[in-house]
């Protein structure tokens, strides 16, 4: 199994660009997650889905949008890149089921924009 | 969910046991303690979870109280690649989709 797969794993942008930052999964995970970590900081949770078609906001949600067509799938687009977005995105997933092994996540994709 | 509480950094000598303690007095009686590392700049990766019996597995050790108000994480035999950041979560039964990360405890181990 692949796990959580993140694509690309480095970009970088101009202001103003927009562009979509993929993730997919292959362990039939219900819950998927989007999370930005900046430098020298910890994780903060951007969306988040429980299942296909159905997405919330997470804590820094301004700037990004989300979808869930698939149950493997979980893309995060960037609307309108700012150099405040500059950051490392991780992508992860978990099962519903409490006894399972919480998230699973992606090697990261890596943004700069200048 | 509830919130937890970390030492902000630890160290710990090569070869060790290496303890990071963790306090979520406000957890629910239905809510897990689950534990995560990062290594420098990849994904965080599981470690260990459980409910209100001690854990153990290939990685590490987990103690939680008998009121279930903290926790301790053991690496039984630090080694440098345990030089990490620990995040400690609580995380509902079946609502682990609003998983906060707070910022962890950097742990150092020295040779």
């Known amino acids: 199994n692949a796990g959580v797969t993140q694509t690309p794993k480095f970009q970088v942008l101009k202001t103003g660009q927009s562009m979509t930052l993929q993730c997919a999964q292959d362990m039939n995970h219900e819950y998927m997650s989007w999370y930005r970590q900046d430098p020298g900081m910890g994780l903060r949770l951007i969306h988040y889905s429980v299942g296909a078609g159905i997405t919330d906001q997470g804590e820094v949600p301004n700037g990004y949008n989300v979808s869930r067509s698939t149950t493997e799938d979980f893309p995060l687009r960037l609307l309108s890149a700012a150099p405040s977005q500059t950051s490392v995105y991780f992508c992860a997933s978990s099962s519903s089921r409490a006894s399972g092994y919480g998230y699973t996540f992606g090697s990261g994709t890596r943004l700069t924009v200048v | 969910d509830a919130k937890t509480t970390q030492p902000p950094s630890m160290d710990c000598a090569e070869g060790r046991a290496a303890n990071l303690p963790c306090n979520h007095s406000t957890i629910s009686g239905n809510e897990y303690v689950y534990w995560y590392r990062q290594i420098h700049s990849q994904g965080p990766q599981y470690i260990i979870h459980?409910?209100?019996n001690n854990e153990t597995n290939e990685m590490a050790s987990l103690i939680i109280t008998e009121d279930r108000k903290s926790s301790t994480l053991i690496l039984p035999h630090a080694t440098l690649r345990d030089t990490a950041v620990y995040y400690c979560?609580?995380?509902?039964?079946?609502?682990?989709?609003?998983?906060?990360f707070g910022a962890g405890t950097r742990l150092f181990v020295k040779a």
């Open positions: 979560i609580v995380r509902v039964e079946n609502g682990g989709f609003k998983t906060i």
């Open positions: 459980g409910l209100k």
